[in-house]
């Protein structure tokens, strides 16, 4: 051990080994970095030329103490599409690695990032991965995933057209409630997502997303039928599509109508016949 808190050798290294795995994961370009952090990250010697050098960098990877990585947002407000799209890639392998919440990080098979392009209309976000999520890597994949299909093309979107995320890039295990520390962790990557995405609205499925992202203890009842606000983008809160299944409440499918109808007339889209 070196003299001070850790090894700089050892986290050296291990900064080495986190950038190749990203080469490895498809990053074609990366940021220079950070002044401060000049004497920890060296660039990797096997590395390729970095294709897009002069432009300005979305992400920083910086090696913590801990051996944790942090992703330090950089302003996006600049980026093209294809500058946020790389950054979004950026940060999804940051965090498959990621390890603030021990008991999530040590039960999950994979992260589920999200899934959509930068610059979508429409964005919404759920509450945690569930098993089929896990397994796969996607949101919404499994019965509820089904359902928000459905209420997606009734919207007259195509589920490519969205972006979908979740509070939770882990999931719980047994899918149990995501505890609020484990939210406060996730946070920061959720910001940075939409701050990368920038979606025109954002929907939240279910109570958890609503209250996180909106930081509300306000029931979901009641933050219904009005938009809220997240950084200047307008928020719908809805019924999650797992309370509406076949043997929970399928009569709030009602409901939900209601609250698309609502979201599409701000978005000035069309509202089909059903
Ligand atoms: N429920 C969620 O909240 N998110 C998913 O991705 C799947 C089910």
New binding site residues.
Partial sequence: MASGNYDLEALRKQARGHLESLRRAGVEWLPAPAPAMLTLAQPVAAAPPATHADVPAPVTVVPAASGDVTVVPAASGELTIEQRRQALQLLATEISTCPRCAELASTRTQT?FGQGGPGVELCFI?????A??DAQG????????QL?NKIIAACGLKREEVY????LKCRPPG?RTPLPNEAANCRPFLDRQLELIRPRFICA??G??AQNLLNSTVPLGKLRGRFHDYHGIPVLCTY???YLLPHRNPDKKRDVWEDMKMLLTRMGRPVPQR
Avoid: K, R, S, T
């Avoid at 759920?126 to 569930?130: D, L, S, T, Y």
């Avoid at 996607?138 to 995933?145: E, I, K, N, T, W």
């Avoid at 979908?164 to 509070?167: A, D, F, L, Q, T």
């Fill in positions: 589920v759920g509450e945690a991965p569930g089929d999520e996607l949101p919404f994949v499994g019965a509820a995933g928000l979908i995320c979740n509070i899918n499925l279910g958890c997303a999650h599509p797992a």
